[in-house]
């Protein structure tokens, strides 16, 4: 055999050898990595493997608070995302931010995901992506109980509401004819109220609900509800759309499975999902 034969013998005989190298690691690796990996974490691009970050106020009762007692947070969207996450086998880790801040931050890519009340709305979604709703509200009238005067908005022209002026709930009570009381928000709304001083207020579902489901009865009820509703979701930047569907999934089964419900409940005395 020639040198160059034996050169080409040798080259051939270590490739050969390489390949199985390779062949048996792929094939002793494969099922850690299908497991471990789902390295969902890995596939989402997450600001941290395994851990979903989300960005949250901290200081927006019921949805996102620290608690009286523990100082633990806690709320409504804060058990919704620790839900998600579960669903998903990742770690959770809260950022809390100001509400002004906080797409800016997402947008500079220091969480990866808002939960806070979001609300789905056209320019919103020329920047971002949206999960599937879990919080779906309507405005509604609120009145002292037995008071049949008011049971639609039209009723509301020439009575008086308290409202805040910066609010969506101004326009509407103007809209509808009311004589607008200015007050600084919903504890001296329906402090006038139950003082007999206004007719009615107009506010959020979620706001009624959680008052009710804190303080107990209060002598107040809802008189009328819009026909249209605001949906709240989890929002996230554009490049996120396998997370986003991955979040959907976790949200259809947290539906399916009553724990929206649940925590509705816990937090609002209502499913407020769906």
């Known amino acids: 055999m020639t040198r160059a034969s034996r050169v080409r013998t040798l080259l051939g005989l270590a490739a050969a050898s390489a390949a199985l190298v390779v062949l048996a690691a792929c094939s002793s690796g494969s099922p850690e990595a299908s497991a471990g990996s789902s390295a969902a974490g890995d596939d989402f691009g997450l600001v941290k493997a395994g851990t979903l970050t989300v960005a949250t106020e901290g200081t927006y009762r019921p949805f996102s608070f620290h608690d009286d007692g523990s100082g633990d947070l806690v709320g409504y969207d804060v058990e919704v995302a620790e839900a998600v996450a579960d669903k998903l086998g990742l770690e959770i880790e809260f950022q809390e931010t100001q509400w002004d801040a906080i ?9 990866d995901v808002i939960a806070n009340q979001v609300s789905i709305n056209p320019e919103r979604e020329e920047q971002y992506l949206f999960s599937a709703p879990y919080t779906v509200s309507s405005g ?7 008071d049949t005067s008011i049971s639609s908005f039209d009723d509301l022209a020439g009575k008086t509401t308290a409202q805040s002026l910066t609010s969506n709930w101004n326009e509407l009570a103007t809209e509808s004819g009311a004589n607008v009381e200015a007050v600084e928000g919903w504890a001296q709304a329906v402090a006038l109220l139950q003082q007999g001083r206004v007719d009615a207020t107009i506010n959020d579902e979620l706001t009624y609900l959680d008052f009710v ?30 997370l986003v569907a991955a ?28």
């Open 213 to 242: 489901n804190t303080n107990g009865p209060s002598g107040i009820e809802v008189a009328a509800t819009t026909s249209d509703s605001s949906l709240s979701a989890l929002a996230f930047t554009k490049d996120k759309t396998d």
């Open 247 to 274: 979040i959907d999934t976790a949200l259809d089964e947290l539906r399916a499975e009553g724990v929206l419900a649940e925590l509705g409940e816990k937090y609002f005395g209502a499913d407020v999902s769906e």
């Open 103 to 111: 797409f800016a931050g997402l947008d500079a890519g220091r969480f």
């Open 140 to 146: 509604v009238i609120v009145v002292n109980e037995g």
